[in-house]
C-alpha cells in the first residue's frame, strides 16, 4: 500500500477551509474526489496543517494511501486532470518514505502574509491581498517583529476557538520586507496556533502605520490576553508557503 | 471642463474586452457607469487602446472629460468606491494638459505575457497565465525574438478581422526572460495590430519549445501571410502594462 506525498497550490476564495465538513466545499473534499474519480478508491487526505476559509497554499503538503502502486507521474497528471476546474493543481508528487506522514513529520511550517499598500483597491489581487491604504513602514515592522520570535506564550494571537493545548510556540522566522507596493510578511515555526499568523500580521500593520510602538506589541504578547491583540488581518492575504520534514 | 487622466487596472475575465458593446460587461461600461453613479454625468470613456475579451491590464491610460472641476483624488476615490465589487481599480488621475488625449497622444504602448512554463497547471493564477506543460528555453525565444524587431508588415501576426489600414507597425522591444516557473515576454511598440502580441507570443513558444527555429520564425514573417502564424496564444496570459505620451 504506497503512501504518495504532495505538494499542492490552491486558491482558497471557493472553499471552507481545507478540511471537508459535510457538504461544505473543501479542499480535502475536492482532492478526495478526484482521487475517486481517478482510481475508484475512497480514501482520506492528510495534510500538514488545516488552513482557513479563504485562505491559499502555495506550498501545502499532503499525503494519501493508495492500494494500487501507480507511478507518482501518473498519479499528479490524473489528480490534474480529475481536479478541473477546481483551482487546485498538484505540484509535485513523490513515494513517501516508510513511517513519513504529513502532519507528524513535519519539522517546519512556513507562511506569508501579503499587504497591498497603496491608494488605490486591488482589480488584478482581489481576494489575495488585505488591502492597507496607509502607508507602512516596513523597516519598522521588520524590527519590532523580532519581538515575536522565540518561545512564547502566544495566548494574545490566539483564536478564541483554537483547540491546541498550549500556548506555547517557538516562532523561529518574523520578517517583513516591501517589493513595490506590497509587504510581505513571512513566518516560520514547527506549528502555529489557530490564526495565530493572521492575528499576528494585523498587530505587526499597527507598528507598520505607526499606531503602535515597539512596547505595544511587546506589552500585547506579555499580556497573554487575546483581549490585547490588534485587528486579526483577514484570509485574502493569507498563503501557506512550505513545510520542511 | 476639466479632462481627467487616469491609470488604471483590470482582470480582463469578467468582460467582453474593453469596449462597451450593448448590454455586454466592459471594462468600458463599468468605468462610465461608475463616473454616472458619482457625479450624475454621462460621458464617454477614451482609451489609450482597446484590450480584447480576457486580457488584462496593470497600466492601462484613459481619459474623461467632467463638466464639473473635481480634486483628482476626489475622482480616483469616488469612481474606486463606485466601481465596488468590478476588479477594476483607479491607480491614478492627474488633471491632462490642454490637447491631451488618451488614445491620440499616445507615443508607445507597452504589453507583457505570461507563461506558466512547468507540468502542473495554474490553481492560483487560473485565467491569468497561458499554461505550457513542455519546457522553454527562454534565452533562445529572447535571441530569435529580436527578428521580430524593427519596421516590418506585420501580416502573419494580424488578426483577419484587424482594421488598421497598414500592417506596417515599428516593434521596438521584444525581450523574453525566465523568473522561476514562469517566462515573460516584453513588447512595446508605438501601436500594435488587432491580436498581433498573442500572435508573436504564440510564434515564439513554437521556438521556445524547440518546434521552430529562428528560419522558421523569419519565414513566418516574411511570408505577410496569416496562415503562416504559428498558434494564437490565448487571452489569459496577456497584460496591457503601460503608455508613454
Request: positive net charge; proline residues 4%; glycine residues 8%.
Amino acid at each position: 500500500m504506497p503512501r504518495y506525498r504532495m505538494t499542492i497550490e490552491y486558491d482558497g476564495r471557493p472553499y471552507r477551509g481545507f478540511q471537508a465538513q459535510g457538504a461544505l466545499p473543501s479542499v480535502q473534499g475536492a482532492i478526495e474526489k478526484a482521487v475517486l474519480g481517478f482510481c475508484g478508491e475512497a480514501i482520506r487526505v492528510h495534510a500538514s496543517g488545516r488552513t482557513d476559509t479563504g485562505v491559499h497554499a502555495t506550498g501545502q503538503v499532503i499525503h494519501i494511501d493508495l492500494i494500487k502502486d501507480w507511478k507518482a507521474e501518473v498519479v499528479q497528471n490524473a489528480l490534474n486532470a480529475h481536479l478541473v476546474p477546481e483551482p487546485i493543481s498538484i505540484l509535485d508528487v513523490q513515494v513517501a518514505e516508510e513511517g513519513w506522514h504529513a502532519r507528524f513529520s513535519a519539522k517546519e511550517r512556513r507562511y506569508q502574509y501579503r499587504v497591498l499598500n497603496r491608494m488605490a483597491p486591488p482589480a488584478l489581487e482581489q481576494g489575495r491581498v488585505w488591502h492597507v491604504k496607509k502607508p507602512i513602514d516596513a523597516e519598522a515592522m521588520h524590527a519590532v517583529a523580532q519581538v515575536l520570535v522565540g518561545h512564547h506564550d502566544f495566548t494574545t494571537f490566539r483564536d478564541m476557538q483554537c483547540q491546541a493545548k498550549s500556548p506555547m510556540k517557538t516562532l523561529d522566522v518574523a520578517a517583513v520586507r516591501r517589493e513595490g507596493e506590497v509587504v510581505l510578511l513571512e513566518f516560520a515555526s514547527r506549528s502555529f496556533l489557530h490564526r495565530q499568523v493572521r492575528s499576528m500580521a494585523g498587530s505587526l500593520v499597527e507598528v507598520g502605520v505607526g499606531r503602535w510602538t515597539r512596547d505595544d506589541l511587546k506589552a500585547a504578547l506579555e499580556a497573554r490576553d487575546r483581549r490585547a491583540c490588534g485587528p486579526v488581518a483577514p484570509a485574502d492575504g493569507l498563503y501557506f508557503t512550505g513545510v520542511s520534514y
